[in-house]
Structure formats: C-alpha cells, structure tokens
C-alpha cells in the first residue's frame, strides 16, 4: 500500500531551526509537496521538489532524496506565526497526490 | 498567484437538508478541480476529481449520490451534500491547478466550507 509517514506534533523555540521529515512508500513518484495549513485554514502551498536535492525558499528549505524515500522540510529562524500543521504529499506514478497526517509544529516564546 | 474561491466558509443547517458549496477559480481556467473533506486533527481526504464537462471520479468509499458534483464550466465547481446528516460534519476544501505555463504540480486551495450538520 502507499503510505506518508511524518511526526504528528513538534516543538520548538522561536528563532531555532526546526526539521521535519517525511518517508514515503508510493507506487512511482512524481514529485513532493509540502503545504502549510494554520488551524481552520485552507493549505498553502510551501515548496515541490522533483529532483534529489535541496531547494529554498527564504526561512523556508525542502530536501529530498528519492532513493530513501525521504524529505524534509527545514524552517529557520522561526516565528510565532509559523505554528502550523505541514504537510508532506507525494504524487505518486498516476499523478494522484498522497497525503501525510501532517505534523502539528508548536511554537514557544 | 492563481486565487481559488470557495463559498460559504461555514454553514450550519438541520439533518436532512442540502447544503451546496461552491468553489470557483478566480484568475485561471481548471478543467480540473478537487474536493476534499478533512475531519479534525486528520489529513486531507480525497472525495473526487472534478473534470469540467464530464462526470467526476469518485474515490473508494464516497458516495456519488450523496455528494453530487457538477462542474459546469471552466472556473466552477460545486460540492453538494444532498440529505445532510451528522456525520457529514466536516472541513470541506477545494482545490485546482493552474497548468498554463507548465505544470509544477502545484494545487491552490479554496478557503475551505466548515459544514455542521444538526
């Protein structure tokens, strides 16, 4: 079966760095999403990555390494407003997007 | 960046009734629109693929005639959940993407629809 896996809830301190991972068992893989989604809101969209590598985007930096089935997204020098659920959803051989249960990142002053 | 509406954000209504959402894209045309449902502290739930012009796809476990989806044109999609019950309390969200210019696989979100069913 196909299947995301990413910590349900993380805490850190405003102003670290903060990691959070993704694996992923799909059937194919054509790219990784990582959405933002504040309590009661919409998701919005953060980063794609398609080739092994890392990608950023401001406080913002998403890696992948396909071969491990695995990515993560890094947030630096955080912020209050960062308190939020993310996302991992990979789009597997179908283009079909699959997603993670997200991981709810609580911010401390 | 693409904008995708979607109306109302929150309705209330009795068991039994119908309730319509409706989710638009503002600034581009989708032939493709999504519905999602997500029940609190869970992931996002794929309910169907709107395809405009012809019928939506139903993923395993949804009821077609329960929520009926029409996508009557290019920048329209609409969700309605027919004899509303309960259970069918829920965040509902719709999302598109905007494939001009190449697609990055990117899907933009509607405001999401918070449906309580007494």
């Known amino acids: 079966g196909q299947n995301i896996d990413q910590p349900t809830e993380m805490t850190a301190t405003e102003g670290a760095i903060v990691q959070i991972n993704c694996t992923y068992q799909t059937s194919g893989f054509n790219g990784l999403f990582w959405y933002q989604q504040h309590a009661g809101e919409a998701p919005t969209f953060l980063s794609y990555n398609v080739l092994d590598g890392l990608e950023e985007k401001g406080r913002f930096s998403s890696f992948l390494s396909r071969s491990k089935g695995y990515s993560y997204l890094l947030l630096k020098e955080l912020q209050m407003k960062d308190s939020a659920s993310y996302l991992c959803?990979?789009?597997?051989?179908?283009?079909?997007?699959?997603w993670g249960a997200g991981t709810k990142l609580i911010i401390k002053p | 960046g693409a904008v995708v509406s979607q109306h109302p954000s929150r309705v209330i209504c009795k068991s039994g009734t119908s309730v319509k959402i409706e989710c638009r894209s503002l600034d581009f045309q989708a032939t493709t629109m999504f519905w999602y449902r997500q029940f609190p502290k869970q992931s996002l739930m794929l309910m169907a693929t709107?395809?405009?012009?012809?019928?939506?796809?139903?993923e395993q476990g949804v009821e077609k005639d329960k929520f009926l989806i029409n996508h009557a044109s290019l920048t329209l999609s609409t969700l309605t959940v027919t004899s509303a019950h309960p259970e069918d309390s829920s965040f509902y969200i719709c999302s598109a993407q905007n494939l001009a210019g190449g697609d990055t696989g990117e899907l933009f979100f509607g405001e999401g629809s918070r449906l309580t069913v007494l």
């Open positions: 709107s395809n405009e012009g012809s019928k939506a796809t139903y």
């Open positions: 959803a990979v789009r597997d051989s179908n283009y079909q997007l699959i």
